[in-house]
């Protein structure tokens, strides 16, 4: 385990639910991140938060909808999705006030849209 | 825009050979480079990270290197063994906006195979 606990690991939904994302991180950071990651493609950048608040939102469709509650946790809320947004989603952190410090990634969440 | 590569896409080896694989990115103007290793439907474990300031960066059999001006980072995998079998992942930290989180921009990756 990295320190990053993705939960559901594994999901699958129709196009016409809502679902929710989770990640879970006690490391002390207060960055958090979305990625998503396609077959066949690089891990593409969702949404940054800092210190709770939405920094980047990287033209991301407003069916997916991140929350911050906390610096703890972080979450991707679905709705209305497409077979094309099938991915693994992946949550990463690290301390945003420490520009050299490495990104910490978790398990990921597989999802599968039918 | 800052766009990384990896070359090859994919690699087979037989066991015990060292091996290297490469990591270009086409702006010099980074933060750190980190390496990664993901595993099938896995997420991706940190292998190495590498300050701007750094040429290289060594753990166990893994062996790290970047040249900013010339925009190209190595990960060097010596005796390789079947379990190093994965997709090994290059990212840059590039700065973005007012923030101070950066940003991480990957490669499509190098996946691995370490045949016995």
């Known amino acids: 385990e990295t320190g990053v606990t993705q939960t559901p690991r594994h999901l699958v939904m129709g196009m016409t639910n809502k679902k929710s994302l989770k990640c879970e991180q006690h490391l002390g950071h207060n960055a958090m991140y979305w990625y998503k990651q396609s077959a066949k493609k690089p891990l593409e950048l969702m949404f940054v938060y800092s210190l709770e608040e939405r920094v980047e939102n990287n033209s991301v469709p407003s069916r997916f909808s991140p929350e911050c509650p906390n610096s703890s946790h972080l979450f991707l809320h679905l709705h209305t999705l497409q077979p094309e947004d099938s991915a693994l989603y992946l949550c990463?952190?690290?301390?945003?006030?420490?520009?050299?410090?490495?990104?910490?990634f978790g398990s990921g969440t597989r999802l599968t849209v039918v | 825009k800052q766009e990384v590569t990896q070359i090859p896409a994919a690699l087979s080896v037989p066991e015990g050979e060292n091996l290297v694989l490469n990591c270009s990115f086409t702006?010099?103007?980074?933060?750190?480079l980190q390496w990664f290793r993901q595993d099938p439907g896995k997420g991706l474990t940190s292998l190495l990270l590498?300050?701007?300031?750094?040429r290289e960066q060594t753990s166990g059999r893994l062996n790290a290197s970047l040249d900013k001006s010339s925009g190209r980072s190595t990960l060097y995998i010596a005796a390789s063994q079947p379990g190093d079998s994965a997709t090994y992942l290059c990212?840059?930290?590039?700065?973005?906006?007012?923030?101070?989180?950066?940003?991480?921009?990957f490669g499509q990756g190098t996946t691995l195979q370490v045949k016995p």
């Open positions: 590498i300050q701007s300031s750094q």
């Open positions: 990463a952190s690290r301390p945003s006030s420490q520009w050299d410090y490495g990104y910490t």
């Open positions: 702006d010099s103007a980074i933060y750190n």
């Open positions: 990212a840059v930290k590039s700065a973005f906006g007012s923030s101070n989180t950066g940003k991480l921009i």
